[in-house]
């Protein structure tokens, strides 16, 4: 089972920031934090992982709390082709099952 | 990111024939690959779990016999779909660990399997 939540579908502006939240109130001291995104038809895209500092790369920032119980996504400047369904997924690298399980996702709908 | 390929794209097959999905890893070495299935408006489900050189781990309530894994080099495993059913009908999807820092996984584009 997937032991994040994330709400079902956001909408965002194009141009603003897109601020995507997700809970994993029970993550363990080994466990990453990943986000994948999956546009209509396609394969899931890597966005970004961290596992308790905040990180950036050329497509997206992670704000991960410092409990580390909930993170936020963030698309700085979103564009028409961000929309898609966001995973957030936690996943232990060392030792533990390497497989990521996806749940819901979130569907962000970036409008014009 | 590193690039993982899947071949075919789409694929039409007629019940009780099987069908072969392909899936490599271009640019990287992957001791394992996974499998997923996703039928639509739903999310991914983890099919199995394909290490190179042995045999396949199978998720609960996933028949190994009737879905095929071979895991023969470090680009390339393979999903046979035995005597598929319309019911197999389903966007089939691979994924390969790349062994890094953050031992990302990486997906290929998908395939597409109609079984008429």
């Known amino acids: 089972d997937a032991k994040t939540t994330q709400p079902t579908s956001m909408d965002c502006a194009e141009g603003r920031a897109a601020n995507l939240p997700c809970n994993h109130s029970?993550?363990?001291?080994?466990?990453?934090v990943y986000w994948y995104r999956q546009i209509h038809s396609q394969g899931p895209q890597y966005i970004i992982h961290?596992?308790?500092n905040n990180e950036t790369n050329e497509m997206a920032s992670l704000i991960i709390t410092e409990d580390r119980k909930s993170s936020t996504l963030i698309l700085p400047h979103a564009t028409l082709r961000d929309t898609a369904v966001y995973y957030c997924?936690?996943?232990?690298?060392?030792?533990?099952?390497?497989?990521?399980?996806f749940g819901k996702g979130t569907k962000l709908t970036v409008n014009p | 990111g590193a690039v993982v390929s899947q071949h075919p794209s789409r694929v039409i097959c007629k019940s009780g024939t099987s069908v072969k999905i392909e899936c490599r890893s271009l640019?990287?070495?992957?001791?394992?690959m996974f499998w997923y299935r996703q039928f639509p408006k739903q999310s991914l489900m983890l099919m199995a779990t394909?290490?190179?050189?042995?045999?396949?781990?199978?998720e609960q309530g996933v028949e190994k016999d009737k879905f095929l894994i071979n895991h023969a080099s470090l680009t390339l495993s393979t999903l046979t779909v035995t005597s598929a059913h319309p019911e197999d009908s389903s966007f089939y999807i691979c994924?390969?660990?790349?062994?890094?820092?953050?031992?990302?996984?990486?997906f290929g584009e998908g395939s597409w399997l109609t079984v008429v």
């Open positions: 994924s390969a660990l790349q062994a890094n820092a953050g031992n990302t996984i990486y």
């Open positions: 394909s290490n190179e050189g042995s045999k396949a781990t199978y």
């Open positions: 961290g596992l308790k």
């Open positions: 029970t993550i363990s001291g080994n466990e990453y």
């Open positions: 997924i936690v996943r232990d690298t060392q030792g533990g099952s390497e497989k990521l399980v």
């Open positions: 640019d990287f070495q992957a001791t394992t």
